[in-house]
């Protein structure tokens, strides 16, 4: 992974470093300047660029966020707030990332190492696999040197954030405060007023029908839809034509030939003691707990049966604390340095510290550092081979296909006859969904492009390193107006809604006049043939009580003068609600347990942590040069 750069400089590896650092320049240059490859940016960060991609997958990443957690069928009701939002949130990421740079955040090998090995997506049976590594990179179109610079860059941010929120602190008096207000209760009593009781008095006129149709015809709409031509150059697809030299292959072992040697490898198994709860007692505990079982082991004790008993690493203690066999790199470095010390099998290490808690390991096995023979290594020889091959030519096609796309940008026709490759189409791509090659988002936000869809431009597309394809607009459908008839049930049942919903309100303001009135909630509700749920003192967080009602509840002031506050409150579906606020009760801070305090500062601290750095990253952003294209963004 990290040793890429270093499997030798000689041979062909140090062509295929050079075309992997010169070569792109020359393919993408003339796409750059053509307009083929990088759109127009939406914002400009001290000079750095977030393109219109860049927003889209982040605009659709939030999208899918909030549709896990209010539903598949989630639609914003304002995009263009939320489209805003999320640039902020881009803009804050690039100042925050630059600021990480310019203070001299730096990430070691053996954090970043740490990092990616403990990614579930590259691990197989609970450990890091370095071909799948590789395999779900190239998927994903990055290469190992782009993915370990985004981690770095990512984990640098981290330090930077965590060294701002490291400052933060709470006194005495703002714990107090804070679980007053955090442990207030308020004596509610409410009543649901239903908008499905009211459904079946709902009937909309054809009238009302037509007017809800004509003053409603932008969600009315079919989507538009675009018909694309497409050549793609994949070296992916490349190298399952080439074919294998056999002697070229031993000759390439030859070469590589010290990468083929596996790492000494150790069998090992673990005791882990967690520290239960935070602090040094916590951990002065966990340690002497450690020390009390390695002094069973040394007195004879099974180790298998203590790590069942007394371990806390679940998946490893049902095992009799066994990891299998592990290289370096693959661990913890206390844990690492310490098992790798032992100088033969059945030797006991420890306790040892890491961030987990103290551990004690035991080596069970030894295997020393071997070569690979050719036939060990022939298939990932032979897989390596053909990748090169095809790079070779994938970036001696590529720079042909982009000087060939920006030369002759209204046909696909003349990269078709020099390179052999075949045109391909996709119809019915809309903005948001296609197949085939429509699937990638890259592809469509360039399908719907000025350069594509209006001008009728051949578009140069980079889906991954040694992944292109030029497309062009064959033929869209405009967005049409469906008719009446086909959306007439759909137009009732909202209608029958929004009928039922203002009646529900109606009743419930019905109701929330008459208590204020001097009337009980019970007398009003009754007459309303409704149920009241009585009076009970209920924290800020119950589950018992809608969240909307709660959330009122809490906001209204406290009730002055004996007198109960009374309020409505929309519910989901059209319901509504009337609740009656009759008390409040502050939090008590003399009540709070130790282990409760430590949780609760814990909490009070990272809500400063949270405000500290939305301050530093505003002052950032004052002093940063930001320029925000918002034609662009109302582009798509």
Same mark, same amino acid.
């Given at each position: 992974m990290l040793d890429a750069l270093r499997e030798g400089t000689r041979g062909w590896i140090a062509w295929v470093i050079i075309l992997i650092l010169v070569v792109p320049f020359a393919l993408w240059g003339i796409g750059n300047y053509a307009g083929f490859v990088t759109p127009s940016y939406v914002a400009e960060v001290n000079g750095a660029e977030i393109t219109q991609v860049d927003l889209n997958k982040a605009y659709r990443n939030r999208i899918e966020q909030l549709r896990q957690l209010f539903g598949s069928d989630y639609v914003p009701d304002d995009a263009a707030t939320l489209k805003q939002q999320v640039l902020d949130a881009l803009i804050d990421n690039n100042l925050l990332t630059q600021q990480a740079v310019d203070a001299g955040y730096r990430v070691g090998n053996q954090d970043l190492v740490a990092q990616i090995h403990a990614m579930p997506a590259f691990s197989v049976g609970g450990k890091f696999n370095l071909d799948v590594y590789r395999v779900r990179l190239r998927q994903a179109g990055y290469t190992p040197e782009g993915f370990e610079d985004a981690i770095r860059q990512d984990l640098a941010v981290r330090q930077l954030r965590a060294g701002i929120a490291g400052s933060a602190i709470a006194t005495g008096s703002e714990f107090d405060h804070f679980v007053a207000l955090a442990d207030e209760q308020r004596k509610i009593a409410y009543v649901t007023v239903k908008a499905d009781n009211y459904l079946s008095k709902a009937q909309p006129t054809e009238a009302e029908i037509e007017a809800f149709y004509q003053s409603h015809k932008q969600s009315f709409m079919t989507p538009e839809k675009v018909s694309i031509a497409y050549i793609e150059l994949d070296a992916q697809d490349i190298a399952k034509q080439v074919s294998v030299n056999e002697q070229a292959l031993r000759s390439l072992y030859q070469d590589k030939k010290d990468t083929f040697v596996k790492q000494e490898q150790r069998q090992a198994a673990h005791i882990l003691i967690a520290p239960k709860g935070d602090g040094p007692d916590a951990l002065?505990?966990?340690?002497?707990?450690?020390?009390?079982?390695?002094?069973?082991?040394?007195? =004879?004790?099974?180790?298998?049966? #203590? *790590?069942?008993?007394? +371990? $806390?690493?679940?998946?490893?203690?049902? %095992?009799?604390?066994? !990891?299998?066999?592990?290289?370096?790199?693959?661990?913890?470095?206390?844990?690492?340095?310490?098992?790798?010390?032992?100088?033969?099998?059945?030797?006991?290490?420890?306790?040892?510290?890491?961030?987990?808690?103290?551990?004690?390991?035991?080596?069970?096995?030894?295997?020393?550092?071997?070569?690979?023979?050719?036939?060990?290594?022939?298939?990932?020889?032979?897989?390596?081979?053909?990748?090169?091959?095809?790079?070779?030519?994938?970036?001696?096609? =590529?720079?042909?296909?982009?000087? #060939? *796309?920006?030369?002759? +940008? $209204?046909?696909?026709?003349?990269?078709? %006859?020099?390179?052999? !490759?075949?045109?391909?189409?996709?119809?019915?791509?809309?903005?948001?969904?296609?197949?085939?090659?429509?699937?990638?988002?890259?592809?469509?936000?360039?399908?719907?492009?000025?350069e594509v869809y209006k001008n009728g431009k051949n578009h140069l597309v980079k889906l991954g390193d040694t992944h292109v394809v030029v497309l062009r607009d064959v033929g869209h459908q405009p967005a049409e107006l469906k008719p009446l008839a086909a959306v007439k049930p759909e137009i009732v049942k909202t209608l029958k809604r929004q009928a039922a919903a203002k009646q529900a309100e109606q009743v419930a303001s019905r109701i929330a006049a008459q208590v204020k009135s001097g009337a009980s909630l019970e007398a009003a509700a009754t007459a309303e043939q409704l149920e009241v749920q009585a009076p009970e003192f209920v924290e800020r967080n119950a589950r018992d009580v809608p969240q909307p009602i709660l959330k009122a509840a809490f906001l209204a002031d406290a009730p002055a003068d004996s007198k109960a506050d009374v309020g409505t409150v929309a519910l989901k579906d059209g319901d509504q609600a009337v609740y009656v606020l009759a008390g409040v009760k502050p939090g008590d801070a003399a009540g709070v347990t130790d282990q409760q305090k430590t949780m609760l500062m814990r909490r009070l601290v990272g809500s400063h942590a949270q405000a500290d750095l939305a301050a530093y990253v505003a002052d950032l952003r004052r002093q940063a040069d930001v320029d925000i294209q918002k034609d662009n963004i109302d582009n798509y």
């Amino acid at each position: 992974m990290l040793d890429a750069l270093r499997e030798g400089t000689r041979g062909w590896i140090a062509w295929v470093i050079i075309l992997i650092l010169v070569v792109p320049f020359a393919l993408w240059g003339i796409g750059n300047y053509a307009g083929f490859v990088t759109p127009s940016y939406v914002a400009e960060v001290n000079g750095a660029e977030i393109t219109q991609v860049d927003l889209n997958k982040a605009y659709r990443n939030r999208i899918e966020q909030l549709r896990q957690l209010f539903g598949s069928d989630y639609v914003p009701d304002d995009a263009a707030t939320l489209k805003q939002q999320v640039l902020d949130a881009l803009i804050d990421n690039n100042l925050l990332t630059q600021q990480a740079v310019d203070a001299g955040y730096r990430v070691g090998n053996q954090d970043l190492v740490a990092q990616i090995h403990a990614m579930p997506a590259f691990s197989v049976g609970g450990k890091f696999n370095l071909d799948v590594y590789r395999v779900r990179l190239r998927q994903a179109g990055y290469t190992p040197e782009g993915f370990e610079d985004a981690i770095r860059q990512d984990l640098a941010v981290r330090q930077l954030r965590a060294g701002i929120a490291g400052s933060a602190i709470a006194t005495g008096s703002e714990f107090d405060h804070f679980v007053a207000l955090a442990d207030e209760q308020r004596k509610i009593a409410y009543v649901t007023v239903k908008a499905d009781n009211y459904l079946s008095k709902a009937q909309p006129t054809e009238a009302e029908i037509e007017a809800f149709y004509q003053s409603h015809k932008q969600s009315f709409m079919t989507p538009e839809k675009v018909s694309i031509a497409y050549i793609e150059l994949d070296a992916q697809d490349i190298a399952k034509q080439v074919s294998v030299n056999e002697q070229a292959l031993r000759s390439l072992y030859q070469d590589k030939k010290d990468t083929f040697v596996k790492q000494e490898q150790r069998q090992a198994a673990h005791i882990l003691i967690a520290p239960k709860g935070d602090g040094p007692d916590a951990l002065q505990k966990a340690k002497a707990t450690a020390e009390s079982v390695l002094k069973k082991i040394q007195n =004879g004790g099974d180790f298998g049966a #203590l *790590a069942k008993k007394y +371990s $806390d690493d679940a998946g490893s203690a049902a %095992k009799g604390g066994e !990891l299998g066999w592990v290289q370096r790199g693959e661990l913890v470095e206390p844990f690492e340095k310490a098992l790798f010390s032992a100088n033969k099998a059945g030797a006991i290490v420890g306790p040892v510290k890491t961030q987990y808690g103290y551990h004690i390991i035991k080596l069970e096995g030894i295997r020393q550092p071997q070569q690979q023979s050719f036939e060990e290594v022939r298939d990932q020889l032979a897989a390596d081979y053909r990748q090169q091959k095809a790079e070779d030519k994938f970036y001696k096609l =590529g720079s042909q296909l982009s000087n #060939l *796309a920006f030369d002759h +940008s $209204d046909s696909l026709e003349p990269i078709h %006859k020099a390179l052999n !490759l075949p045109i391909e189409q996709v119809k019915g791509v809309t903005r948001d969904s296609g197949e085939g090659i429509a699937a990638n988002s890259a592809v469509r936000d360039a399908a719907f492009s000025n350069e594509v869809y209006k001008n009728g431009k051949n578009h140069l597309v980079k889906l991954g390193d040694t992944h292109v394809v030029v497309l062009r607009d064959v033929g869209h459908q405009p967005a049409e107006l469906k008719p009446l008839a086909a959306v007439k049930p759909e137009i009732v049942k909202t209608l029958k809604r929004q009928a039922a919903a203002k009646q529900a309100e109606q009743v419930a303001s019905r109701i929330a006049a008459q208590v204020k009135s001097g009337a009980s909630l019970e007398a009003a509700a009754t007459a309303e043939q409704l149920e009241v749920q009585a009076p009970e003192f209920v924290e800020r967080n119950a589950r018992d009580v809608p969240q909307p009602i709660l959330k009122a509840a809490f906001l209204a002031d406290a009730p002055a003068d004996s007198k109960a506050d009374v309020g409505t409150v929309a519910l989901k579906d059209g319901d509504q609600a009337v609740y009656v606020l009759a008390g409040v009760k502050p939090g008590d801070a003399a009540g709070v347990t130790d282990q409760q305090k430590t949780m609760l500062m814990r909490r009070l601290v990272g809500s400063h942590a949270q405000a500290d750095l939305a301050a530093y990253v505003a002052d950032l952003r004052r002093q940063a040069d930001v320029d925000i294209q918002k034609d662009n963004i109302d582009n798509y």
